[in-house]
């Protein structure tokens, strides 16, 4: 005996036949003109054995299966006899088979996005990229159908002016701003064969990216600014060039803190912004200077000194011990999104506080940001370490 709510019903014959366009294979193969793949669907009904008890039930379920066929537009009902010589031979529906791309929109109702994706690929035989692309992604080309003129045009102007060193604000390409293509920035990217980050998409098309900057307050000699001028924001590139010539440096990851700190005679005080810090501690005068980084007590903290020794081996860490997460118990946050990453750029001290913050060894997700340490504690470290 079997349970009628187990019977396929025409949404089971639906169901089989949409894997076939989720995944891609129906739209392809309507939209490059091959032979429909015949789907047969085996339905599940009842048995001999089940028409004493649920005669009504199956005579309902072989009516339903022959509706969902729509008169054969949705699908052909294959029928086969079950039964014998004591119940008696009856006829009931054992396959749905869709042997066309008709039949096949007809049950899914997809009609007008076949059509869609098929104007798609036809539009795009000159752009073979954007074409092989949209033939991999069928549901998210219909979805762009659309707009789909205007993609090509922007793939095109895109390959044209590839490795031109112009910025992407200079597009002239018909319909296409920056607005379009940050929008659509993945889906060029695949097309493309390039990152979609914005950042390494732009590079690795060979288009100008916005340069990186480094904001620093300084003694202006060492730096080469004029006399007078004791904060800038520079280009890397460009104060690279200068050539500068300091005496020691301090990279301080809070704004106001850079803003706040002293700076001694032939030094200078870079912000760090962050994640953004590798940015100074990438410039090659520093390589040679001795270098202090100052940044918030918490394992974000320490993965950003961790990216600054990448750059600056040498770099020593200030007011981020335990000595001065203890001594601040008082004035402790807390990290919404701790980091867990292995940090092979840490010194001993410092590898134990990371783990104690990740272990939660003070408390859950234990933050202590530098802008609340005493600033007469913070003042009396920097001198001791000769700042």
Sequence with gaps: MTDPARWTTPAGVAAVVRRRWDDGMLPRAFALDEPFPRVEVPLRGPSAADLGEYFDAARAWADAVNRGSRDGRAYHVLRGR????????????????????????????????????????????????????????????????GEWATLLSAHRWLADHRDSGRYLREVSAPGVDTKFIERHRSVLAAMLGVPSDATRFAEALG?????????????????????????????????????????????????????????????????????????????????????????????????????????????????????????????????????????????PAETALYTDLVTDRFGSAVRLEQERIDWAWAMGRLRDAGW
């Design 82 to 145: 079950i039964g014998g010589r004591l119940a008696g031979v009856t006829e009931l529906p054992t396959r749905a088979v869709v042997e066309s791309y008709a039949q096949a929109w007809q049950l899914l109702g997809t009609a007008r996005d076949a059509d869609a994706f098929r104007a798609v690929v036809a539009a795009s035989l000159d752009v073979p990229t954007a074409r092989a692309w949209a033939l991999t992604s069928p549901q998210r080309a219909v979805a762009l159908a």
């Design 207 to 347: 288009f100008a990216v916005k340069p990186a900057t480094v904001r620093l307050r300084c003694d202006p000699a060492v730096v080469g600014l004029p006399s007078g001028v004791t904060e800038a924001t520079l280009r890397v590139d460009e104060l690279d060039r200068l050539r500068a010539r300091p005496d020691r440096a301090l990279i301080v990851e809070n704004e106001v803190t850079y803003l706040s700190v002293p700076v001694p005679d032939g030094s200078v005080v870079l912000w760090g912004k962050g994640y953004d810090a590798d940015r100074a501690a990438s410039l090659p005068w520093l390589a040679d200077v001795p270098v202090l980084y100052w940044g918030d007590i918490d394992t974000h903290g320490f993965g950003i000194l961790h990216r600054v020794r990448a750059h600056l081996p040498h770099a020593r860490s200030i007011l981020m011990d335990r000595e001065t997460l203890l001594a601040h118990e008082g004035r402790w946050g807390s990290e919404s999104v701790p980091t867990t990453t292995a940090m092979t750029g840490l010194d």
